[in-house]
């Protein structure tokens, strides 16, 4: 198992964002419905610039602004979103199996994604789709032992029982 830190440059919405106030370092969590934007601003003018483009960016991730909030120099902004391949590198990631770890960091026109694969075929599927939509710089790589893994991890029931069959449901639950 393997956790790898990249520095993408693409034109995926977040990551233009980032293009367009490239000395605001801001930080993206994501549930593949929800995405929490938290921008650390110099405040005043930055701030507002930023405040008024939320609605424009959850357009791009075929979106709505759900929330915008200011507290001192921070900025949060809550957008639904239906991410797509086509539209996130989170979900490209998820896409091929591999894990992200929260949050996204994006600074400078670039996105900083630390993903963690448990299989280098998965990371070079993800690594070829990112290579399609611009540049990528691996920034580290360490091999993760059994002890730092967790335990316990979130999986969709659509995943795990999503293309049974009929047949294969009824055993199963007599099974039980």
């Known amino acids: ?92 990631a998820e896409d091929v199996g591999c894990l992200w770890r929260a949050p996204v960091a994006y600074e400078g026109g670039s996105e900083l994604l630390t993903v963690i694969s448990s299989d280098q075929s998965m990371f070079r599927k993800f690594y070829s789709s990112l290579l399609r939509t611009g540049s990528v710089e691996v920034v580290r790589k360490k091999v993760l032992r059994p002890s730092f893994m967790r335990e316990a991890f979130t999986v969709s029931l659509s995943d795990l029982f999503g293309s049974m069959t009929e047949l294969q449901a009824a055993h199963l639950s007599s099974a039980a």
Do not use: W
């Open 1 to 92: 198992m393997e956790e790898v830190s990249l520095r993408l440059g693409h034109g995926l919405p977040f990551n233009n964002i980032s293009k367009l106030f490239p000395e605001v370092r801001f930080y993206r969590r994501c549930n593949s419905s929800i995405d929490y934007l938290e921008f650390e601003t110099s405040g005043g003018e930055e701030m507002a610039q930023i405040a008024s483009c939320p609605r424009q960016f959850a357009a791009g991730v075929k979106g709505g602004m759900l929330s915008l909030r200011e507290s001192g120099r921070l900025l949060s902004a809550v957008i639904s979103c239906r991410c797509g391949s086509e539209n996130s590198s989170v979900n490209m």
